[in-house]
Nanobody
Framework: VQLQASGGGLVQTGGSLRLSCAAS????????MAWFRQAPGKDREFVAS????????YYADSVKGRFTISRTNTKNVVYLQMNSLEPEDTAVYYC????????????????????WGQGTLVTVSS
């Protein structure tokens, strides 16, 4: 199983980026996919997740209203549209996947996801 994340880059404050994560090797249509991020010197934190079957979405408070997670079931791909970016959003963004969707209370936990991508760097300049 491989998760290939792409779309990171350098953007100015207030700008937008769209990250993509393509899964191969198995389907996650009955599970969930998520984005986490890790800033220098900080722990990896939850950003957003989506249940692949019904499309329910969950967000960290820090990105709610600015970021949107979506998926294409037929292609096993998940996107993260990031708008109104702030310097505090600078981090390596990691795609993660779970073969079985986690319960709602666990959807923000790293331990709910067994598969991880390599990360893509997002840098927001002030």
């Amino acid at each position: 199983v491989q998760l290939q994340a792409s779309g990171g880059g350098l953007v100015q404050t207030g700008g937008s980026l769209r990250l993509s994560c393509a899964a191969s090797g198995r389907t996650f249509s009955g599970g969930a996919m998520a984005w986490f991020r890790q800033a220098p010197g900080k722990d990896r934190e939850f950003v957003a997740s989506i249940r692949m079957s019904e499309g329910s979405t969950y967000y960290a408070d820090s990105v709610k209203g600015r970021f949107t997670i979506s998926r294409t079931n037929t292609k096993n791909v998940v996107y993260l549209q990031m708008n109104s970016l702030e310097p505090e959003d600078t981090a390596v963004y990691y795609c993660a996947a779970a073969g079985t969707r986690p319960i709602v209370s666990a959807t923000r936990s790293r331990t709910s996801y067994s598969y991880w991508g390599q990360g893509t760097l997002v840098t927001v300049s002030s």
